[in-house]
């Protein structure tokens, strides 16, 4: 079992940045998979970012490439989300997931843990 707990949103004008963080519990936590979401009002829940076990492999959605940047610190249990240049089409409730697997993945059911989310507004 794993429990996920973001933090780091806010509120920032557009071209700002926040750093997102996920605590993660669990002994095994450095060979899960872990990836971001984001759900906007109105919006299903999308695919932001991935990182694999080992933090050597990641993948994100077009709209956030050379904005924002995944990181993990497998000795803290933890999981990054550096976001730059921030849009107020970023604004949304931003989610951790974790998979029991090492390979990283795009796809939402494929996660087997979630947080509660953390809420990022970007104003304009």
């Known amino acids: 079992q794993v429990q996920l707990v973001e933090s780091g949103g806010g509120l920032v004008q557009a071209g700002g940045s926040l750093r997102l963080s996920c605590a993660a519990s669990g002994r095994t936590f450095s060979y899960y998979a872990m990836g971001w979401f984001r759900q906007a009002p109105g919006k299903e829940r999308e695919f932001v970012t991935a990182?694999?076990?080992?933090?050597?492999?990641?993948s994100y959605t077009g709209s956030v490439k050379g904005r924002f940047t995944v990181s993990r610190d497998n000795a803290k249990n933890m999981v990054y989300l550096q976001m730059n240049s921030l849009k107020p089409e970023d604004t949304a409730v931003y989610y951790c997931g974790a998979r029991r697997v090492a390979s990283m993945n795009r796809i939402e059911y494929e996660y087997d843990y979630w947080g509660q989310g953390t809420q990022v507004t970007v104003s304009s």
């Open positions: 990182i694999s076990w080992s933090g050597g492999s990641t």
